[in-house]
Every structure is written in C-alpha cells, then in structure tokens.
C-alpha cells in the first residue's frame, strides 16, 4: 500500500512537470466554466456559480 501511495504521488509530480513543460506555467488552482450574467442561485447551487474543476482535472 505504501509504495502504490509513493508511485502516485510521483505520477501526480511527473504530470505537473509534463503540464509545466507544454504550457509554461503550472494549471490553475481552480477553473470556473463560465462568468456570465446566467450565474444565478439555484437549489443545487445556493451561491449562484457552477461548479467548476480543480487543478487535478488540468493533469487529465
């Protein structure tokens, strides 16, 4: 188990250095789809906004 842990945090350093490499920064913290005036509260979405993707997803 300790070693599959090592192997995919080294996986997870790999991709960083790869999206650094392609993209000349590393990805965003956080990626909101969209900023548009449509931005509005709903029940599944109380402050308005979608949800959006975390940097993890840019290694994808």
Not at 14 to 42: D, I, K
Not at 45 to 59: D, E, I, Q, V, Y
């Amino acid at each position: 188990r300790r070693s599959t842990c090592k192997n995919n945090v080294k996986q997870i350093g790999l991709a960083l250095h790869n999206y650094h490499e392609t993209h000349r920064c590393f990805p965003p913290g956080w990626v909101q789809p969209s900023t548009s005036a449509s931005c509005q509260p709903s029940v599944s979405s109380p402050s308005g906004c979608r949800p959006g993707w975390g940097w993890g997803t840019m290694l994808l």
